[in-house]
């Protein structure tokens, strides 16, 4: 199994800028894909943005072009840089990690993020 820690959530204003940490237990490679999840409340949780082993990222229309996904894979730490946030973009972020040994995914515990008007 993996653990994964968010932190970076705070309250930020709109316009504002917030980078999101995952912290994983194990190589980030150990999972098929990583994703960023928001959810808000009386809300689903969404995909906001997703990164493959090889690379490739996936976003949200709703954040492409201000959100960006990274990871730095010497630390097992994927991010969320988010600019030009948004007041929508309000809701308790997740990380995710679907494993390869068992394709089950994990869930960190989630990270708040508030964006004042």
């Known amino acids: 199994q993996v653990q994964l820690v968010e932190s970076g959530g705070g309250l930020v204003q709109a316009g504002g800028s917030l980078r999101l940490s995952c912290a994983a237990s194990?190589?980030?490679?150990?999972?098929?894909?990583m994703g960023w999840y928001r959810q808000a409340p009386g809300k689903q949780r969404d995909l906001v943005a997703s990164?493959?082993?090889?690379?490739?990222?996936n976003y949200a229309d709703s954040v492409k072009g201000r959100f960006t996904i990274s990871r730095d894979n010497a630390k097992n730490t994927v991010y969320l840089q988010m600019n030009s946030l948004k007041p929508e973009d309000t809701a308790v972020y997740y990380c995710a990690c679907e494993l390869i040994l068992n394709l089950k995914w994990y869930w960190g515990q989630g990270t708040q993020v508030t964006v004042s008007s």
């Open positions: 990164i493959t082993g090889g690379g490739s990222t």
């Open positions: 194990a190589s980030i490679f150990s999972c098929n894909t």
